[in-house]
């Protein structure tokens, strides 16, 4: 299993993919024109999202309405209905509304199709009712194109103008992605078999259900020719909170999978979240239970038990597995051993993850208690406990290998074995083995548990803006109901780097003057200054000894951003930052005001 093949929808392949899925669906009549009104700014030159049409409502009068709502009166609006419409990135009155011409899938004549197929899934109940209740609401046809420069161009003369919508070709990254690794020799079978010939599984969140129980399966039935199977299991989980609350970005609740992954090896990661995966309702991501489920139910329970057996075998045995005698206590272990080898195989089958994982942890459990209970440090037949143990080791770190691969790949190298999954003891007398400690504990998790991510939205809007512009979009990024970049409120800000008047009022700017100031003991370019805000006393530490001296800077007025997070620089607490250009020069009133004045 290889769980590491990521590629982008910017690809040559997805293009000429994207092109013929589409062609076919043409071909089967599935594609329909239909006309739609879009304001443009003739000064920007651009098509502007519904929100960021302006004007005067239509029911209110309200002079601030958006093309997509008015806030004042709650009225949903078309952007063709506000009165005096203007630009909302240009302030200017230039807008004129195009009519164009724009292609649609057809989901109404798909519809029953995909009901059909829809009914004869075994899903889980909660992703089948889920697709189910988007049917009885009955399909629309659904725009695959935008007006746009870049991306993947429709193939017909008479649209040339137009890009398809990602909705419509993220997905068929799924294809394309396996096509390009086939071609770079990161897999040997055929690409198209995988899409063609094998059943597909999709593990998703439950606001992706819809995309891929029914847009996606839409866009294969209209190409039915091509003969991509549809998905044979979508498993759409519930949420995962964070420490009980949601993941947000702007908020730093959640971290990022790198931030993780500087924190503890990704097997602790896969191990805990797949113990409390939400397949049946929402579940919570908690530092303590992450603590105590790895140290006890992973460590503990395997890890401790393999370096146990392993270690006793290498300094007693010559690391050499020894000859054994098994007896009743020895053939009950092989049994519970076979049993749960049956089991989990079922259980994988039915993507039961979660219950997997306790059947296996199960086995664990009862190994190791057979291991303490036969004492091989103070009995007699220490052998017949060790070649046991290590057997069922085998393939206990098989079956753990989903879930912990990194761990399981080395302990099986320290079995010198095959990952060949049997109840049969394998490793016979004489075999070479090696021992080796797989995992370190986690000590304490408290220093762990104020760790926040560092990456609020501001910045996690630089970094998708940067990705899109160089076209790396996972094939699997994550598409919303409505369709993301045309409706999204943060899309524009996002795409010309720009922040809300809302979010600049957030920041408190403020006068104080600089009452004394000092060098920093730990740093040689730093001061510690203390200053007056009027209602208090603050500190900063800021970086201006190589452009100032002291004198120079007591007394004098600065403009201090008060309302950021203190932070520690070089071990001396600091509660605001002054403004200064990036020369260092400090920003000052032109003439004396109150300590404590707002800027604004
Ligand atoms: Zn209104
Ligand atoms: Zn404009």
Same mark, same amino acid.
């Given at each position: 299993m290889n769980t590491e093949l990521l590629g982008r929808t910017s690809s040559e392949n997805n293009h000429k993919l994207t092109q013929e899925i589409f062609l076919a669906s043409y071909e089967n009549g599935y594609i329909i024109e239909k006309t739609l009104t879009i304001p443009h700014c003739t000064n920007c030159k651009r098509f502007l999202p519904d929100r960021y049409t302006l004007g005067v409502c239509p029911a209110c009068d309200y002079a601030g309405a958006k093309g997509d709502q +008015?806030?004042?009166?709650?009225r949903l609006l078309d952007p063709t209905e506000l009165l005096h419409p203007r630009c909302a990135? +240009?302030?200017?009155?230039t807008i004129e509304f195009k009519d164009e011409k724009h292609l649609f899938l057809d989901f109404t004549a798909l519809q029953e199709k995909l009901h059909k197929w829809i009914e004869g899934q075994s899903w889980p109940d909660n992703t089948k009712n889920f697709a189910l209740g988007w049917i009885k609401e009955g399909l629309n046809p659904r725009c695959v194109t935008r007006n746009l420069k870049w991306g993947v161009r429709v193939p017909l003369k008479k649209y040339d103008n137009l890009v398809f919508y990602c909705w419509y070709n993220a997905p068929i990254g799924y294809i394309s992605i396996t096509k390009d690794a086939y071609e770079q020799g990161k897999i040997k079978k055929d690409w198209k078999s995988y899409w063609t010939d094998s059943n597909i599984y999709h593990f998703i969140g439950k606001d992706n259900v819809p995309f891929h129980t029914i847009f996606w399966p839409g866009t294969l039935i209209a190409a039915h020719d091509l003969k991509y199977q549809l998905p044979h299991y979508v498993a759409g989980y519930e949420y995962l909170n964070w420490e009980g609350e949601k993941f947000s970005t702007s908020r730093g609740i959640g971290l990022f999978s790198d931030e993780a992954l500087d924190l503890f090896p990704a097997d602790y990661w896969r191990f805990y979240l797949a113990s409390i995966l939400p397949e049946s309702k929402d579940s919570n991501f908690d530092w303590t239970d992450f603590q105590n489920r790895v140290n006890s139910e992973l460590i503990d329970n395997y890890g401790n038990l393999f370096y146990r057996a392993t270690y006793f075998i290498e300094k007693n045995f010559e690391g050499r597995v020894p000859l054994a005698h098994l007896g009743e206590k020895e053939r009950e272990l092989q049994w519970h051993l076979e049993k749960t080898i049956n089991k989990v195989k079922e259980l994988i089958e039915d993507v039961k993850l979660r219950e997997a994982l306790r059947e296996i942890l199960s086995l664990a459990s009862a190994t190791n208690k057979y291991f303490q209970d036969q004492k091989p440090w103070a009995s007699d037949d220490a052998a017949t406990t060790l070649y046991t143990t290590v057997n069922i080791l085998q393939p206990l770190s098989i079956l753990l290998s989903p879930y912990i691969p990194d761990a399981a790949d080395r302990a099986l190298k320290c079995l010198n074995a095959k990952k060949e999954l049997s109840?049969?003891?394998?490793?016979?007398?004489?075999h070479e083995i090696k021992a080796e400690i797989l995992f370190k504990k986690i000590d304490s998790i408290e220093k762990v548990k104020k760790y926040k991510t560092k990456y609020i939205k501001k910045d996690l809007a630089e970094k998708t803006s940067k990705l899109e512009a160089k076209g790396a979009?996972?094939?699997?990024?994550s598409i919303g109901k409505e369709s993301s970049a045309l409706t999204n409120p943060d899309a524009l800000a996002m795409v010309n780097n720009m922040m809300s008047f809302k979010e600049f009022e957030k920041v408190d700017l403020r006068v104080a003057t600089i009452t004394s100031v000092e060098d920093h003991?730990?740093?040689?370019?730093l001061y510690i200054l203390q200053i007056d805000l009027g209602s208090e006393q603050r500190q900063l530490v800021a970086g201006l000894r190589l452009k100032y001296t002291k004198e120079q800077l007591r007394g004098k007025q600065i403009i201090v951003v008060t309302n950021l997070e203190p932070r520690e620089l070089r071990g001396t607490r600091s509660e605001g930052m002054l403004l200064a250009a990036e020369d260092g020069t400090i920003l000052q009133p032109l003439a004396k005001v109150p300590n404590g004045s707002k800027i604004m």
């Open positions: +008015c806030e004042k009166c709650g990135v +240009c302030g200017h009155a109840s049969r003891f394998s490793l016979e007398p004489g979009v996972k094939a699997n990024k003991p730990n740093a040689d370019k």
